[in-house]
Nanobody
Framework: VQLVESGGGLVQPGGSLKLSCALS????????MYWYRQAPGKKREQVAR???????TYEDFVQGRFIISRDNAKNTIYLQMNNLKPEYTAIYFC??????????????WGQGTQVTVSS
């Protein structure tokens, strides 16, 4: 299974970006999907989650600015980021998590995409 993120870049404060994460080698529908981020000098932290049933959750710092979504037909998830602030500058990673009926857990990570919010 491979995850490839795209869509990062440089954006001015108040701007928007839409990140994508394409999964290959398996079916997206099997996985709970997450976006994480890691800012310079800080620990990696969860940003948002979308379950197999399309239930979404967000960390408090998102403050309604982000929308996570999934398209199982395209094997892709997205993170729409609006009204960005400089403190959102980080590398953004997507992850796929699956626990089988046998209790085996599979966890996959992408390489990340850099998001820089600066004027």
């Amino acid at each position: 299974v491979q995850l490839v993120e795209s869509g990062g870049g440089l954006v001015q404060p108040g701007g928007s970006l839409k990140l994508s994460c394409a999964l290959s080698g398996s079916a997206l529908s099997l996985y709970v999907m997450y976006w994480y981020r890691q800012a310079p000098g800080k620990k990696r932290e969860q940003v948002a989650r979308v379950t197999r049933g399309d239930i979404t959750t967000y960390e408090d710092f998102v403050q309604g600015r982000f929308i996570i979504s999934r398209d199982n037909a395209k094997n892709t998830i997205y993170l729409q980021m609006n009204n960005l602030k400089p403190e959102y500058t980080a590398i953004y990673f997507c992850t796929a998590n699956r626990i089988t009926v046998l209790g085996e857990e599979f966890d996959y990570w992408g390489q990340g995409t850099q998001v820089t919010v600066s004027s």
